[in-house]
């Protein structure tokens, strides 16, 4: 045996590091609506989900960043059954679902959407793009997804789309590269059958993800701006901004639900 994907995440690094120019500018942009007291909504469906997690509640998070994660489109660990991967994939191609989700919250001037797909093929993630485009279209709108597979893979959304050409088409649009191979997984390993495993794109779209967490507290440090950032809490007194931490995360999700400064959608 011989152990090599380690290696592989060399390819995440320098992937990343060559992101920065962009990397800095999305981060300038989560800065402008936390600055306000606002909101970086941030949208997954399927194995993605992992992403919005580590944005919206984490050792080191920030606050301001709202998940959109609908149950339905998110949850399929039970694998088989009910809640199963089959009936996830299926739900995925419903389109029209990213506007139902959107009709439930209210954004202000300058709030990103982050969509995140590791493919950028999957209609879910091509729709709610779409729709905030088109109700949004002065807002910020991120793909975090693979730049290859979204480029060069077929559209599988009725538009003809995929993330890479809705955010390619948006005014202040940006796509993050979560640096994985076409088909995702990374490694080859040949025996008596031929098997290929360990996929990267959730190590990117992490990486990427904690990358601008990083970006954006120096942003608004240098503007000034005092922000709370989840501690450790259980190490030692670390846990003491756990409450204040809260508290700011519930002034602000207020703000998804009737937001005084709301825009009003584009709609039709």
């Given amino acids: 045996m011989n152990l090599t994907f380690p290696l592989q995440l060399n390819r995440i690094r320098d992937g990343v590091l060559a992101q920065e120019a962009t990397l800095i500018a999305v981060a300038k942009c989560f800065a402008d609506a936390i600055a306000a007291g606002g909101l970086v909504h941030v949208y997954a469906n399927g194995h993605s989900r992992v992403t919005v997690e580590e944005m919206?509640?984490?050792?080191?998070?920030?606050?301001?960043?709202?998940?959109?994660?609908?149950h339905a489109l998110a949850n399929f660990t039970d694998v088989v059954g009910a809640d199963s991967l089959r009936l996830n994939q299926a739900i995925e191609r419903v389109e029209g679902l990213g506007a139902k989700i959107l009709d439930e919250f209210e954004f202000a001037p300058d709030e990103p959407?982050?969509?995140v797909s590791a493919t950028g093929q999957t209609q879910a993630a091509v729709d709610i793009a779409i729709e905030f485009n088109k109700r949004y279209p002065n807002n910020p709108l991120i793909a975090i997804s693979s730049l290859r597979q979204s480029r060069e893979a077929s559209p599988k959304h009725s538009s003809g789309k995929t993330l890479y050409h809705v955010v390619t088409e948006a005014k202040r649009g940006f796509l993050l590269d979560n640096c994985m191979p076409m088909g995702d997984v990374s490694i080859m390993v040949e025996g008596n059958e031929n098997y290929r495993v360990c996929p990267l794109s959730n190590i990117g779209a992490l990486t990427l993800v904690h990358s601008l967490n990083e970006l954006t507290i120096q942003e608004l440090d240098s503007r000034g701006i005092k922000h709370y950032v989840l501690q450790n809490m259980h190490l030692g007194q670390t846990q003491v901004n756990y409450d204040e931490w809260l508290a700011d995360q519930r002034r602000r999700y207020a703000r998804a639900l009737s937001n005084p400064n709301r825009l009003e959608p584009i709609l039709g």
């Fill in 56 to 70: 919206c509640v984490r050792m080191g998070a920030l606050t301001g960043f709202h998940p959109l994660l609908s």
């Fill in 113 to 115: 959407l982050i969509v």
